[in-house]
């Protein structure tokens, strides 16, 4: 497999390229309204990107509330997908928020993907519901 760098963002041009990612991820091919993606949470988050020889290709960010941290905004640009890039940016996801000491990860996870969060241990709680028109599934890895 190729090295995939992954990195804070500390740059408005990082930022810039994790946002045009979610637009090509979300907005673009799963027809999430841009005033929905790119919402007033943006400045709140710390913002993570994903290069591939130099090639932003992934991006993710991180709320945190007291003692848990949740992940939003993951994303692999398709041509990247299933080659085990969203893994490795997933496991570097939980690497950090272990370093920050939360004790616990939330994800609303989009139902076809919670397989995928499941292989990394992540649980299922409550009920189905609607995000951007979406069903979701809130999951949960207990961290501490």
């Excluded at 990247?80 to 939980?94: A, D, M, Y």
């Amino acid at each position: 497999m190729d090295t995939l760098k992954i990195k804070l963002v500390k740059s408005k041009e990082d930022l810039e390229q994790t946002i045009n990612i979610r637009k090509e991820v979300f907005v673009k091919e799963q027809n999430v309204p841009l005033d929905i993606e790119v919402d007033r949470r943006d400045p709140e988050s710390e913002h993570f990107i994903a290069f591939l020889d130099n090639e932003p290709i992934g991006c993710a960010r991180i709320r945190t509330n007291k003692n848990y941290a949740r992940l939003e905004r993951i994303a692999i640009l398709k041509k990247h997908r299933c080659k085990g890039f969203g893994t490795e940016l997933t496991k570097f996801l939980i690497d950090y928020c272990r370093k920050q000491n939360y004790g616990e990860i939330v994800i609303h996870s989009q139902n076809y993907v919670i397989d995928f969060y499941k292989k990394l241990g992540f649980k299922t709680r409550g009920d189905t519901f609607l995000e951007a028109d979406i069903e979701h599934k809130e999951m949960y890895l207990d961290i501490s």
